[in-house]
């Protein structure tokens, strides 16, 4: 068996230990007879696994013990939804920085539930750098701050944590969206009224989305909210109101118990800031390929890419995924080409990339 370099957005590469793991495990885990799948999500097993998977997330970020950890589903797209219907508290309106796709469509969702005034846009700079600060308009009155410290189709990632405090002269809670970063390096949860993160790039398969809020946001959501929508709900019944995605749970809990094993989130931070420094330095070295986002913006896991000549394009994505570089394509709505570098894309494969990426210039530049 030959496993590809697996550039995929999401859902992505997952490591070959974990996935090895849940292959012995998979028919029989742990000698009780049954897989995983077909365990009662309240039998002391599965409580197990799942307690386990929070306990090692924790450890992994420094999660405060004033925060819940909450294992939700409907991915990152049904939290544009549930951070208005939970954080807005009786508060007109929220903050929004737009830095690319992502932003607008949380946006978009915020505004169906409340106001939203957009702090700042890169939109009109086509979403290329983060905005800079003395251009915000924070309103003084917003529930809270949101934003999207990696924009995972334009490439674009905050180099800094918006500071609330100073912004906005008192505590407004600071929400990020960090499906597509979160665990690539270490992070202070303490700054975050809530994260949130949906899994399938740098902490399982889909089906699940993390949320880590603060305990004193809880319970103030309108009345007439689903029961399913209300984040007090799920703490309280420890992410079990209803039957989890156990399956996706469990790995996710083998995703974080790799990650430790990998020296923790500084570990990782450093072999993926030399990834990505090894794959920019690869684009900027020549006139063939490009990149349009601003230096201190650029995405140490997702990196989008272009070819001077458009028209190479297909050619060097068919040939990629002939030597094993799969999934390079850009996301539909931009085109081009994206190799996303998540904590389970190794370095040995963006070694493969770069390699071939010069090879292909020698042949068609
Ligand atoms: N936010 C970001 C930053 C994302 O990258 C994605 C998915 N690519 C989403 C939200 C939507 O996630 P989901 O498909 O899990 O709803």
């Known amino acids: 068996m030959t496993r590809a370099f697996n550039f995929c957005a999401g859902p992505a590469a997952l490591p ?26 309240r039998g002391k097993d599965f409580v197990r696994i799942a307690e386990e998977a929070e306990q090692d997330l924790r450890d992994l970020l420094g999660v405060p013990d004033n925060y819940k950890v909450l294992f939700l589903q409907g991915g990152a797209t049904l939290q544009f939804a549930q951070v208005p219907l939970n954080l807005l508290r009786g508060n007109a309106s ?22 939203v005034n957009v702090v700042a846009s890169d939109e009109a700079n086509n979403f290329r750098a983060v905005p800079s600060l003395s251009a915000w308009t924070p309103d003084r009155d ?14 674009v990632e905050f180099d800094f944590i918006p500071d609330t405090a100073a912004l906005y002269g008192r505590d407004v809670p600071l929400v990020a969206d960090y499906s597509s970063s979160i665990l690539s390096e270490p992070l202070d949860v303490s700054k975050f009224g809530l994260i949130y993160a949906g899994a399938q790039k740098n902490i399982g398969p889909a089906g699940i989305v993390v949320v880590i809020v603060r305990e004193d946001l809880l319970g103030q959501v309108p009345a007439g909210t689903p029961t399913m929508l209300d984040y007090a709900v799920a703490a309280k019944n420890g992410s079990m109101y209803n039957t989890p995605p156990t399956f996706s749970w469990y790995l996710a809990g083998l995703v974080f118990k790799w990650l430790k094993q990998q020296g923790g989130l500084a570990a990782m931070a450093e072999v993926n800031a030399r990834k990505a420094a090894r794959l920019y330095a690869a684009i900027d070295g020549s006139d063939f390929y490009g990149n349009p986002v601003a230096l201190p913006n650029r995405s140490r896991m997702n990196v989008p890419f272009t070819l001077a000549d458009a028209g190479l394009e297909k050619t060097f994505l068919a040939e990629a995924d002939a030597r094993g570089l799969i999934n390079l394509a850009g996301h539909r709505s931009v085109g081009g080409m994206r190799a996303s570098l998540y904590n389970a894309v190794p370095e040995a494969a ?10 292909f210039e020698q042949r068609h530049g």
């Not at 793991?21 to 885990?29: E, F, I, P, R, T």
């Not at 917003?142 to 410290?149: D, K, V």
């Not at 963006?350 to 390699?355: I, Q, Y």
């Open 94 to 115: 929220a903050d929004y920085v737009c830095t690319g796709v992502w932003s607008e469509k949380a946006i978009a969702e915020a505004r169906k539930l409340g106001g």
């Open 350 to 359: 963006v070694e493969a990339l770069t390699a071939f990426m010069a090879d």
């Open 142 to 155: 917003a529930a809270y701050l949101h934003y999207t410290p990696n924009e995972t189709i334009h490439g």
């Open 16 to 41: 070959e230990a974990v996935l090895q793991q849940a292959q012995a495990d998979l028919v029989d885990w742990q000698g009780r007879g049954c897989s995983v799948m077909e365990m009662s999500h």
